[in-house]
Nanobody, 121 residues
Framework: VTLVESGGGLVQAGGSLRLSCTASGFTFNSWAIGWFRQVAGKAREGVAVIGASADSEYYAGSVKGRFTISRDNAKNTVYLQMNNLKIEDTAVYFC???????????????WGQGTQVTVSS
C-alpha cells in the first residue's frame, strides 16, 4: 500500500490550496480515505474522511464549510479542497487509508509521507 500526498505549499490567509492523495497497491474503491494534520508537538488531528464510494463524509468542526473532500476512484485519488485558509490551518497534512475509516488516526494503518501547508498573514 502506497499513499502519496501532493499540493501543499505556502499561501496567504484567505487563500486556497488543493491537496491530492494518490494511492496504489490496494483496491482503492473499497477503502475509506482520511486526511489528517499535525503540528509539531501536538497530536495528529482528523480533518476530513470520505467513504469508499463517497457515500459518507466527515469534517472536523474547525474546517467544516471551508474544506471539501472528494475522490476519483478512476484515478485512485482523493482530494482535499481547502478554501479560506487560516493561519491555524498550518500543519503537515497526511492522508491515510482504512477499510472502514473513522476520524481517529489510530483507526488507520496506512499513511502517506505528508505535505506541508503553511498559511501566512
Amino acid at each position: 500500500v502506497t499513499l502519496v500526498e501532493s499540493g501543499g505549499g505556502l499561501v496567504q490567509a484567505g487563500g486556497s490550496l488543493r491537496l491530492s492523495c494518490t494511492a496504489s497497491g490496494f483496491t482503492f474503491n473499497s477503502w475509506a480515505i482520511g486526511w489528517f494534520r499535525q503540528v509539531a508537538g501536538k497530536a495528529r488531528e482528523g480533518v476530513a474522511v470520505i467513504g469508499a464510494s463517497a457515500d459518507s463524509e466527515y469534517y472536523a468542526g474547525s474546517v467544516k464549510g471551508r474544506f471539501t473532500i472528494s475522490r476519483d476512484n478512476a484515478k485512485n485519488t482523493v482530494y482535499l479542497q481547502m478554501n479560506n485558509l487560516k493561519i491555524e490551518d498550518t500543519a503537515v497534512y497526511f492522508c491515510a487509508a482504512d477499510l472502514y475509516g473513522g476520524s481517529k488516526s489510530s483507526q488507520y494503518n496506512y499513511w502517506g509521507q505528508g505535505t506541508q501547508v503553511t498559511v501566512s498573514s
